[in-house]
């Protein structure tokens, strides 16, 4: 698989579809596991992490997981290949950046990827649009059970699936929801969603997880406890229970701008579509902050047939734009992923510097939205 | 409602403090309210939990007590100081090694849970199975028992000693 192969779309999990989708943008569910009879990889020497490596990679790579799947070398490729992995959500920050060797297995389609020698020997992934957990959670579990016929786990019938972290022991389970609530953070209600999640337990991050701001209204939810808790009533917690309510959240907080506080909303959308129009510079955090604006909006027109007229302004044809050119919630997707720095550059063929990057992603910008300058 | 202190932003917090016979109410928002020390600033992310659970651990009784701390994993090297580094063990075996010092740490750090309940590897052998059914019933047959409700925990009695059989 050449990277640029898939560098100029957006994912599977990215493309706008799926249940919830208008709130929800994807579902992650990732198992950790260990081998038995081996070390943690704290305290593996290169070459123990090397002979972890290619046993995992043999295994993962004879299996049936119903895509095309490729091995790429983490320790190996350059930064610039990381970190658009890292965009990609395909490998984890910490995996990036990490040491010695270390790889990732990518099933093609992107809802499936295998981490090797991050912070344990294993951690399987997988990604789908809208909220989805009880189906990542089975095809997750299924990968899972078809390893397991190939090697054996650390495992202890006290505290489960053993990790080299103590907060991941049980069912090494973390499940991450990534949430778009710009109608809870325009009505200042965003406060109360933390508290409720702090009450609950859950974990909140930004859009590339641990250690990263909430930019652009992403907020990637996740449960922290591992342990004495089952993976079917954790997910169901989460289906069932957490992720409905927020959602419900961001819908009202949506009504109440429309109803009676459009002037904000419009304010902020039309601002938006301007601004992204218009800018010949524009840095990666701005981009995500006014795509938010923007994605609202069209959200808002699909799910609710609003018609404002800061949304309108979203659909009015400038010259030169024809009218199959639509705003789409998927041309906006694209435009979140496309601009990202790392994509920029993967696209462009060699590395920018961050002004040449700010001028490349706004001439993108302006050409997608249909400006004529 | 606004906050009180700053009148900008939606008060989130609100506190109900009643001290000699009188009755104060405050409501605040998140800054404000971290501001004059009644909220933590914002979540703790796992690491920094454990991070901080790790850092008061050496004045723990149980530290000096023992001689855990010149404890050394057979299998891996591991030691509690390098443990306290970075958090992370050497081997699954440091479960059993460290296990006295370790179970306190995983009950906090996983709101209280002490052992395992959910997917057990298909090629555990059947004991492995067992044993992880017979402690997953014992931690909800301690719950029930907390929560007072006898006919669960004599129920919860009865597979276990069945199990033990």
């Known amino acids: 698989m050449k990277l640029t192969d898939i560098s100029n779309d957006v994912n599977e999990w990215f493309s706008g579809k799926g249940p919830s989708a208008d709130v929800v943008i994807s579902s992650r569910i990732r198992l950790a596991r260990n081998l038995a009879g081996h070390k943690f990889l704290s305290r593996c020497s290169d070459s123990q992490k090397a002979d972890i490596l290619e046993k995992l990679k043999t295994v993962l790579m004879s299996l049936d997981l119903g895509d095309k799947v490729s091995y790429l070398s983490i320790d190996k490729a350059p930064l610039l290949e990381r970190n658009f992995l890292v965009e990609r959500h395909l490998i984890s920050r910490n995996h990036a950046y990490g040491k010695g060797p270390r790889g990732v297995v990518i099933a093609h389609r992107e809802f499936f990827t295998a981490m090797i020698n991050e912070e344990d020997h294993l951690r399987l992934q997988v990604l789908r649009g809208g909220l989805q957990l009880a189906n990542c959670y089975e095809q997750v579990n299924r990968v899972d059970d078809m390893i397991e016929q190939k090697v054996e786990y650390a495992f202890s019938p006290k505290y489960g699936y053993l990790t080299a972290c103590p ?207 | 409602m606004f906050c009180q202190a700053c009148q900008k932003n939606e008060a989130t917090i609100h506190l109900t403090e009643i001290s000699g016979g009188k009755r104060l109410e405050m409501h605040l928002c998140q800054a404000c309210a971290v501001e004059q020390g009644i909220a933590a600033k914002s979540q703790m992310s796992l690491n920094e939990l454990l991070s901080s659970l790790l850092a008061s651990a050496p004045d723990d009784d149980q530290f000096h007590d023992s001689l855990d701390s010149d404890l050394v994993c057979p299998a891996c090297g591991e030691t509690l100081d390098l443990f306290r580094k970075d958090a992370l063990l050497g081997c699954p075996n440091d479960y059993e090694v460290f296990e006295k010092v370790l179970a306190p740490l995983i009950e906090k750090a996983h709101d209280g849970a002490t052992s395992h309940r959910g997917k057990v590897p298909t090629r555990a052998p059947a004991d492995t199975v067992k044993q992880t059914e017979l402690l997953a019933l014992k931690q909800q047959l301690a719950e029930a028992v907390k929560a007072e409700d006898y006919e669960t925990a004599a129920a919860l009695r009865d597979k276990i000693s069945n199990l033990e059989k």
Request: hydrophobic content about 40%; aromatic content about 4%.
């Open chain 1, 167 to 373: 907060t991941n022991l049980g069912t090494g389970i973390r499940i991450s929801v990534m949430l778009h609530l710009p109608a809870l953070k325009m009505t200042n209600q965003i406060q109360k969603f933390l508290n409720a999640a702090k009450d609950l337990g859950l974990a909140v991050r930004g859009l590339f997880g641990e250690g990263t701001e909430a930019t652009g209204d992403f907020y990637q939810l996740s449960n922290q406890v591992t342990l004495g808790i089952s993976e079917h009533e954790i997910i169901e917690k989460f289906e069932q229970t957490v992720i409905p309510e927020i959602v419900d959240y961001e819908q009202q907080a949506r009504q109440k701008l429309l109803r009676s506080d459009s002037s904000v909303l419009d304010d902020k959308i039309a601002r938006a579509m301007a601004l992204l129009k218009s800018a010949h510079l524009i840095s990666s955090q701005e981009a995500l902050l006014l795509l938010s604006h923007l994605r609202l909006g069209v959200n808002m027109h699909e799910h609710m047939g609003a018609s404002t007229p800061g949304i309108e302004s979203i659909y009015a044809l400038g010259a030169g734009r024809d009218a199959s050119a639509t705003v789409s919630i998927r041309t906006i997707n694209r435009l979140f992923m496309l601009t990202l720095p790392a994509h920029l550059q993967i696209n462009y063929g060699k590395a920018l510097e961050p002004s040449d990057r700010d001028a490349l992603r706004a001439k993108i910008i302006r050409s997608s939205l249909g400006s004529s300058s």
